[in-house]
Structures are given as structure tokens and as C-alpha cells.
């Protein structure tokens, strides 16, 4: 089993709606959980970060952590088609993990007009 | 604010010549730095680490190495190129010590491509 998973899509949905990204990642102790954003050619951009169980909100992206389930989700409301990238999952290990985050190979969005 | 720079941006290099790859932080002091590889369609690969000058850890077993001659210099480089280096290389940085913070930023990347 991958230690961060991701379907890869492509994920689409239509201009206006909620796109929901999902990310599950492997029975270790974690305590920091990341969303990055990365357009084609780019390098990635962060999105969002959550430490706790529960929602996080900034403007229209949302993320989700449940610990016990291990998954964290974005949502991504009033979907533009700026929004169509992929997006990276990111876990802070505690457990061997030290400085560094693993990330999911990430899914791709696009948002059709 | 704190910014990030690689370069060179893009880089076209024969199989066995030399590779050096260059990224510099400013406006932070002692942060931790990343090397990472990124093949076409694949996921983020971690290459080396560094939360210090000349500590470096390495987390895949290649034909790369890494040094930090400077606290907020990272350099990445290779002897002799395989086809397989090829890939976008990116630098990442973030906040050193025992802060807890474990974002990373990422800087704008080098596209290699070894002929």
C-alpha cells in the first residue's frame, strides 16, 4: 500500500460546482496534512494546510481531516476553470518522518465551461 | 517575504556530462531544504534533505549528490547524466529548528532533459 493515494482522474466536473478531492494515506502516525496546487509546468503552490480533525475553510477551498479514518479531503466550491490542475496530498509522518512531507501523485481537475 | 530561486530554468544536457543545479532562499535564516524530481506524469520523488550547512541526507540511492556550502544554499549535482535524470527538479524550503511547521514552498523548478 502507498503511504499517500490519490485517484489520479481526471476529475471532471462543470464550472460552478464542488469539485471533492480525496486522499488517504497509511496507518502511521501523522500530524500535518498539506494541499498543493501544480498547473501544467509548474512547480507546486501551496493550497491549504490542516492539523486537526475537522474543516478548515479559506474562501472557496475547504479541507477535510479524518484521523481515524485516515483521509483528508479538498473541496473546491464555485469551480473556475483557473481551478483545472492537479492537486497534491502531502503528509507529515511523525514517525520517521521528521522534516519531511510524502506525497500522493495527485489528481487531476478540469473544470469544463 | 521569503522567495526562492532555481536555476537554470531549463537545461538540455548529453548522457554523461556533469550536472549542477543552484537554489537560494532569502528572507529566512536556517531553513530546511529539499531536492526533489519530478518525471513526466509521476509523483513528487524526494532526493535529499538538509536542515543544515554540510548535513546532508539522502533518500534515494542514484548517481546525484547534494551540498549546502551556504545556509541558504542547496546544490545539487551529478558526475556523469543517465537518460533516467531526466525530470523536473524542484528545490523546496521550510522553517528550520523545532517550530513544527513542516510546510514547504517550492521554487520555480529546472527542467532537465538528458539526450
Known amino acids: 500500500q502507498k503511504e499517500v493515494e490519490q485517484n489520479s482522474g481526471p476529475l471532471s466536473v462543470p464550472e460552478g460546482a464542488i469539485a471533492s478531492l480525496n486522499c488517504t494515506y497509511s496507518?502511521?502516525?501523522?500530524?500535518?496534512f498539506f494541499w498543493y496546487r501544480q498547473y501544467s509546468g509548474k512547480s507546486p503552490e501551496l493550497i491549504m494546510s490542516?492539523?486537526?480533525?475537522g474543516d478548515k475553510e479559506d474562501g472557496r477551498f475547504t479541507a477535510q481531516l479524518n484521523k481515524a479514518s485516515q483521509y483528508v479531503s479538498l473541496l473546491i466550491r464555485d469551480s473556475q476553470p483557473s481551478d483545472s490542475a492537479t492537486y497534491l496530498c502531502a503528509v507529515n509522518f511523525i514517525t520517521g518522518g521528521g522534516n519531511k512531507l510524502t506525497f500522493g501523485t495527485g489528481t487531476q481537475l478540469k473544470v469544463e465551461l | 517575504s521569503q522567495t526562492i530561486h532555481q536555476w537554470p530554468a531549463t537545461l538540455v544536457q548529453p548522457v554523461g556530462s556533469p550536472l549542477s543545479l543552484e537554489c537560494t532562499v532569502e528572507?529566512?535564516?536556517?531553513?530546511?531544504l529539499y531536492w526533489y524530481r519530478q518525471a513526466a506524469g509521476r509523483g513528487l520523488q524526494l532526493l535529499f534533505y538538509?536542515?543544515?550547512?554540510?548535513?546532508i541526507s539522502s533518500e534515494v540511492p542514484q548517481n546525484l549528490s547534494a551540498s549546502r556550502p551556504q545556509d541558504r544554499q542547496f546544490i545539487l549535482s551529478s558526475k556523469k547524466l543517465l537518460l533516467s535524470d531526466s525530470g523536473f527538479y524542484l528545490c523546496?524550503?521550510?522553517?528550520?529548528?523545532?517550530?513544527?511547521?513542516?510546510?514547504?514552498?517550492f521554487g520555480p523548478g529546472t527542467r532537465l532533459t538528458v539526450l
Open positions: 496507518d502511521r502516525v501523522s500530524q500535518s
Open positions: 528572507g529566512t535564516s536556517n531553513p530546511n
Open positions: 523546496a524550503w521550510s522553517v528550520g529548528g523545532t517550530s513544527g511547521s513542516f510546510t514547504q514552498y
Open positions: 490542516i492539523y486537526s480533525n
Open positions: 538538509s536542515v543544515g550547512i554540510g548535513q
